[in-house]
């Protein structure tokens, strides 16, 4: 089991822009999926961004051309740029590698 510990969250104004970050606790390969989820209060998880085994990215189309997934193989690491960030946006945001999840780090977009 891979231990993946997210971080970066907090609270931004609408516009604003976060990083969240996510490194996991062994080697990461492509060949595994891997990517960000959220869950919104009483909403169901969502995928917002992902790194595809066969490597493509795909994007929930409520962030598309505002979120970059991205990943750092020698720091074992994945990371999400949000930007022009909405309130709608707010969530608890996951990383996951395969079939393990990280803890989430929680994103609040408010004036």
């Known amino acids: 089991q891979v231990q993946l510990v997210e971080s970066g969250g907090g609270l931004v104004q609408p516009g604003g822009s976060l990083r969240l970050s996510c490194v996991a606790s062994?080697?990461?390969?492509?060949?595994?999926?891997m990517g960000w989820y959220r869950q919104a209060p009483g909403k169901q998880r969502e995928l917002v961004a992902i790194?595809?085994?066969?490597?493509?990215?795909d994007y929930a189309d409520s962030v598309k051309g505002r979120f970059t997934i991205s990943r750092d193989y020698a720091k074992k690491a994945m990371y999400l740029q949000m930007n022009s960030l909405k309130p709608e946006d707010t969530a608890v945001y996951y990383c996951r590698y395969a079939s393990d999840w990280g803890q989430g780090t929680k994103v609040t977009v408010s004036s």
């Open positions: 790194f595809t085994s066969a490597g493509f990215t």
């Open positions: 062994t080697n990461i390969f492509s060949i595994y999926t």
